[in-house]
């Protein structure tokens, strides 16, 4: 079975994602909002999420939406590597910088 591993830019991203919410929703929001991405991270890990190519972005990657949020990963027979999670507004190619 696949695993994934989340970036330090994507555990970055989760904070971010966290403190944001609970400032503008609270803590039962964020909570149940944190859980939807993990959940679909794991679906993306089973098979049961759907995602796309995000070559368009960056060669190699693939996209899956959740909520207001695009999750970037690459893939491998063995591994979902998880790239960043950046709101649907922001400038994504520029925030998956070179370092990613």
């Known amino acids: 079975m696949r695993a994934y591993v989340l970036s330090p830019a994507a555990e970055r991203d989760l904070d971010d994602i966290w403190d944001y919410t609970v400032g503008r929703w609270g803590e039962a929001q964020a909570e ?3 859980l939807s991405i993990e959940s ?3 679906g993306l890990v089973e098979g049961t ?3 796309l190519s995000a ?3 960056r060669e190699g990657y693939r996209k899956a939406r959740v909520g ?3 999750v970037f990963f690459r893939e491998s027979p063995s591994l979902i590597d998880v790239v960043r999670i950046l ?3 922001m400038d994504i190619p520029g925030s ?3 370092d990613d």
């Open 96 to 98: 998956l910088g070179d």
């Open 87 to 89: 709101h649907q507004q």
């Open 68 to 70: 207001m949020h695009v």
């Open 55 to 57: 070559a368009d972005v």
């Open 49 to 51: 999420q759907p995602s």
């Open 40 to 42: 679909s991270v794991a």
């Open 32 to 34: 149940r909002y944190i």
